[in-house]
């Protein structure tokens, strides 16, 4: 075992604990780059499993680290807002990992009426590119039975350059199929000095703003039933870009083509070798690292994977002493949920802070994760608070009464003390982490889905520093969010109040229950939180509240009827369609 450096006081147990510098925990892909031959072509393929260095938590700023600090981009209009003008001031190459990318889904203004059909086509956008500069756009795509958006998405290429008649840059587009993982992974690097990891994939039910309008015409019912949705994703410069450059080698080099993906055909390689990112060729000191998740047996150079994502959370969750924070998808991993039940019964003043779906878009895992909570006790713990993220408006604008919708949380975010976070695109639940089957109960199901698990990415950042200057990314990140949920000020979420941070939620939540009580209440709703239910519908969630569900009184946009809670089908028509 080896000791960590972290001098931080919450942080002390990794002195004698494993912190996040061992060979399993983050293997942060810091092998030199092949040499290219005389023609051009790489001299070797950059793999996930080349010989890697350990990651040593040396937590010290370096000199010029500021171009690292990462940009956290929350709420997808803000994202897109900003890899737009990325891929509109790239000069060499744009290089994308994506679950799916709808040929027609546009990134709005931030800030623009809900009825604005003004936008950016982001295939246009990746198309300009090409037209202006000899940039390198390749584009890799899960391809499974579940989920395939790649011939569309060449068709469309295809057809909008040919009516061109030759572009300075060219348009690559593959697919990769190892059904039933998937490619999870959502990434965008521009020219190897910068790179987004994305929470969202690219389809237009996804797109949303801070204002998270209960109903919103930009908002297609056909993703998540037209809910708003709230999404994290994160900005990134100098060395973890050069780090995401060696995985999309390593993911493109080793997936087949099953036509040619040089869709303008102006030649060039179809392997690719990853530059160095801007600074030094050696691993540099810094509180900024990359995670993996990858199946086994897939990658001839990856053949044992990876589970560097779970590695690194279950560590984050070791050494937490004043406060766990995960919004998330689906929480459903019974190794981070016994991890947080652990550090409770290890910690008397843990606060556990926990905002999840109620409705997730796969209808298991509701049952999955209510199961867990119930099971760990976290259900009922005193120092846990579970939470729920709704949406209201009051009557006008053309609606007559009131209308309350549930905002879909897409986030993949855990932050730990506000010296530890973690953002990605990796779920809390198997197939994200370490193996699907460990999320069923039965022993067929089990046996099926054993080690199966999906290509993600997440960056960690730790923020413990035995300098004068601890950087405050987690920190940061955690009260944005919170300025979100609670409509709170910043400086009033800076510091953790005598009694803790649970009365604050709590007492939000009570209010906003109590708005929603009252006639004309649905519009005097302050942020987003309400306390978290088991129930299986909206309906049933509200009445449990202790709110009245009466449709001449308050509309409920999103209220699935009994077929779509226990089968999903509007989620296993998206994934088919």
Not at 99 to 123: H, I, M, N, Q
């Amino acid at each position: 075992m080896r000791t960590g450096c972290v001098k931080h006081p919450q942080w002390a147990v990794c002195v004698r604990a494993p912190v996040l510098q061992t060979d399993a925990s983050l293997r942060v892909l810091q092998q030199p780059f092949p040499a290219a031959s005389a023609n051009g072509q790489a001299s070797d393929s950059i793999g996930l499993c080349a010989p890697l260095h350990p990651a040593r938590w040396n937590h010290t700023l370096p000199s010029g680290a500021i171009d690292r600090a990462p940009e956290w981009l929350i709420d997808n209009a803000d994202a897109y807002d900003r890899l737009v003008h990325a891929i509109a001031s790239a000069q060499r190459s744009v290089w994308v990992t994506q679950l799916a990318f709808s040929v027609d889904c546009v990134a709005y203004r931030k800030d623009a009426p809900c009825d604005s059909e003004a936008g950016t086509v982001l295939a246009e956008t990746l198309l300009a590119a090409v037209v202006r500069a000899p940039v390198d756009v390749r584009i890799l795509l899960n391809a499974t039975l579940l989920l395939d958006t790649t011939r569309r998405l060449r068709r469309f290429f295809a057809a909008r350059l040919d009516q061109l008649n030759g572009t300075p840059g060219t348009v690559r587009v593959r697919g990769l199929s190892c059904f039933p993982q998937l490619l999870h992974a959502k990434m965008l690097i521009v020219d190897g000095h910068e790179a987004f990891l994305l929470g969202s994939p690219f389809a237009n039910g996804y797109w949303d703003d801070p204002r998270h309008a209960p109903v919103d015409a930009r908002r297609p019912l056909r993703e998540l039933g037209g809910r708003p949705l709230h999404d994290v994703s994160v900005r990134l410069t100098g060395q973890p870009v050069a780090q995401l450059e060696r995985i999309f080698a390593s993911l493109w080099n080793h997936t087949a083509s099953d036509v040619p993906d040089v869709i303008e055909g102006a030649g060039g390689r179809t392997t690719v070798c990853p530059r160095d990112a801007e600074g030094p060729e050696a691993p540099v000191p810094a509180p900024v690292r990359i995670a993996c998740t990858s199946p086994a047996r897939v990658l001839p150079d990856a053949r044992c994977g990876q589970t560097e994502i779970i590695d690194a959370l279950l560590e984050g969750i070791a050494g937490a002493r004043a406060l766990i924070y995960v919004e998330h998808q689906y929480l459903s991993a019974r190794p981070v949920v016994s991890a947080l039940a652990a550090a409770l019964r290890r910690e008397p003043e843990l606060e556990v802070i926990l905002v999840l779906n109620q409705n997730p878009d796969v209808t298991a895992y509701q049952r999955w994760q209510n199961a867990r909570l119930a099971e760990s006790g976290l259900v009922d713990h005193s120092r846990v608070g579970l939470f729920a993220l709704w949406s209201a408006a009051g009557a006008g604008g053309g609606a007559a009464t009131p209308t309350l919708n549930q905002v879909f949380v897409h986030s993949k975010v855990v932050v730990v003390d506000d010296l530890w976070a973690t953002v990605g695109s990796a779920n809390l639940d198997g197939a994200s982490l370490h193996s699907y089957g460990d999320d069923f109960t039965t022993f067929p199901l089990r046996w099926v889905f054993r080690g199966v698990r999906n290509f993600d990415v997440n960056v960690v950042v730790c923020d413990a520093s035995g300098g004068s200057r601890p950087s405050r990314y987690a920190a940061d990140l955690r009260a944005r969010l919170w300025s979100e949920h609670l409509d709170l000020p910043l400086e009033f979420l800076a510091e953790r109040p005598s009694g803790g941070w649970l009365p604050l939620w709590r007492a939000r939540a009570a209010a906003n229950v109590a708005a929603l009580g009252r006639p004309g209440g649905a519009g005097q709703m302050r942020g987003f939180v309400l306390p978290y239910s088991v129930q299986r519908t909206p309906a049933l969630q509200l009445t449990e509240l202790g709110v009245q569900v009466d449709r001449e009184r308050i509309d409920v946009c999103f209220d699935p009827g009994w077929l779509e809670v226990q089968f999903s089908p509007n989620w296993v028509r998206n994934m088919f369609g």
